[in-house]
């Protein structure tokens, strides 16, 4: 096992170990997702999982990783389904220190698939660290060595919002959010030359966030002809899951209260309506209603997701200079929307 491994408490190290197993299993994986509902922190989750098991098809599992002497697997085959329910998850995994029969017995009944102690036993003697990757731990410290990226924008605290909305939804809401903070990443990547390397790195895994998310959102448009699923994108993009619809339905009632309370109010809920519409309007999404209605972009958009993924955590930095010609195409994509002259950048 690597030095970074050992030096890492069993809890973390265990994490490691399984996002390895699944990673190699072909699965995009992500360690240490926040599940946050009404404003309280609920938990983390341990490891969320997607795959694309088809054209029509996409599955989210999330692992509830427990390395301890005891514990305590019933109740964390409770808990991880309850999760599961919350999340709107797919699957549920409990990887327990546990070997008793009784447990992979009673997850069965429950529908969690349990991952017992002599498949953990077998994955750590497996020496299934992976030297090539940053852990997590190692990922979050490459931004702590920028020691104003809290005064900075921070670039910490928006890593952890962006994990956070993966618990949420893979809307076009949460899209619509994870573009901000790409924004945000990529215009550092110019502006603070310094810190380019870890700038890039987070970007690409907020690129690797939004690629997934597009490619849970296609599931729902695949028999769409082209020309409808790029209108579909674009409103998406454009209004947020509710769409254009749904948007003027919750902008009238609220323009129609400001009417009907507020000083000169016909007037001034026509002029904000007048605005919210016109600035609605300038958006250029169509850039991205184009792009990712396309069949070769929409087919590759969970591998380029993946490749996102390693970039971001590869120990060893690669920039998307050297990925391949799909990953680039979607990040210029993304520059062109942006406004961001790819030159510069």
Not at 195 to 212: G, K, N, P
Request: aromatic content about 10%.
């Amino acid at each position: 096992m690597n030095k970074n491994h050992q030096t890492m408490s069993k809890g973390p190290r265990m994490e490691e170990l399984l996002r390895n197993y699944f990673l190699k299993a072909g699965y995009f994986v992500v360690r240490g997702v926040p599940f946050i509902y009404e404003g309280f922190d609920v938990t983390d989750i341990d490891l969320w999982l997607y795959s694309r098991t088809s054209s029509v098809s996409r599955e989210i599992t999330l692992v509830d990783a427990k390395n301890k002497k005891t514990p305590q697997a019933i109740e964390r085959i409770f808990w991880v389904q309850g999760l599961r329910i919350a999340t709107k998850a797919t699957n549920a995994i409990v990887a327990t220190t546990d070997r008793r029969p009784e447990v992979k017995d009673f997850g069965r009944d429950l529908g969690v698939v349990v991952l017992d102690g002599n498949f953990l036993k077998k994955l750590a003697t497996s020496d299934n660290s992976n030297t090539t990757r940053l852990t997590d731990e190692d990922f979050l410290a490459k931004i702590n060595e920028y020691s104003l990226s809290k005064l900075d924008g921070d670039w910490k605290g928006r890593i952890i919002v962006s994990k956070c909305l993966l618990a949420k939804s893979l809307s076009f809401d949460s899209c619509n959010e994870w573009l901000e903070q790409g924004r945000f990443f990529a215009e550092q990547s110019i502006t603070k030359g310094f810190q380019r390397e870890t700038a890039l790195r987070c970007l690409y895994l907020v690129c690797s966030f939004l690629t997934i998310a597009i490619d849970h959102c296609m599931k729902e448009l695949s028999f769409y002809e082209q020309y409808e699923r790029s209108i579909l994108i674009k409103d998406g993009f454009t209004y947020g899951s509710r769409g254009s619809v749904g948007l003027k339905k919750v902008l009238n009632v609220a323009m129609g209260l400001v009417a009907e309370h507020a000083t000169d109010g016909p007037v001034i809920a026509r002029q904000v309506k007048a605005n919210v519409e016109k600035q609605l309007a300038q958006l250029n999404t169509s850039i991205l209603g184009d792009f990712f209605s396309r069949n070769e972009v929409a087919k590759n958009l969970f591998s380029v997701a993946k490749e996102f993924e390693h970039l971001a955590m590869n120990r060893e930095f690669l920039s998307h200079e050297s990925a391949s010609i799909e990953l680039r195409s979607t990040l210029f994509c993304l520059l062109d929307y942006w406004g961001i002259n790819r030159v510069m950048f």
